[in-house]
């Protein structure tokens, strides 16, 4: 079993930044996909950004070239990192991490951009 916790999350005004992170209690990080996901109130869950164990990247069209993903095998953590918030960013996230057919997700941090 696998348990991660998310961290990070706040209240911060639009245009600004925050930086969650995710660890994870085993040391299983490298061989697995990490991903970033949200959601808003009466909204699904989508996809953030994800890291593959070979370092590729994918972001939703929403958070490009705002939004970092990156990782740390060695501390067993994945960071996501936010600038230029904007209201619509408002959301629990959530890190998720797959490894073989097997999901385990985190229980969410709340993120808050105020105009």
């Known amino acids: 079993q696998v348990q991660l916790v998310e961290s990070g999350g706040g209240l911060v005004q639009a245009g600004g930044s925050l930086r969650l992170s995710c660890a994870a209690s085993r040391n299983i990080f490298s061989i697995g996909t990490l991903g970033w996901y949200r959601q808003a109130p009466g909204k699904q869950r989508d996809l953030v950004a994800r890291i593959t164990s070979g370092g590729s990247t994918n972001y939703a069209d929403s958070v490009k070239g705002r939004f970092t993903i990156s990782r740390d095998n060695a501390k067993n953590t994945v960071y996501l990192q936010m600038n230029s918030l904007k209201p619509e960013d408002t959301a629990v996230y959530y890190c998720?991490?797959?490894?073989?057919?097997?999901?385990?997700w985190g229980q969410g941090t709340q993120v808050t951009v105020s105009s």
């Open positions: 998720k991490l797959l490894l073989g057919v097997v999901d385990y």
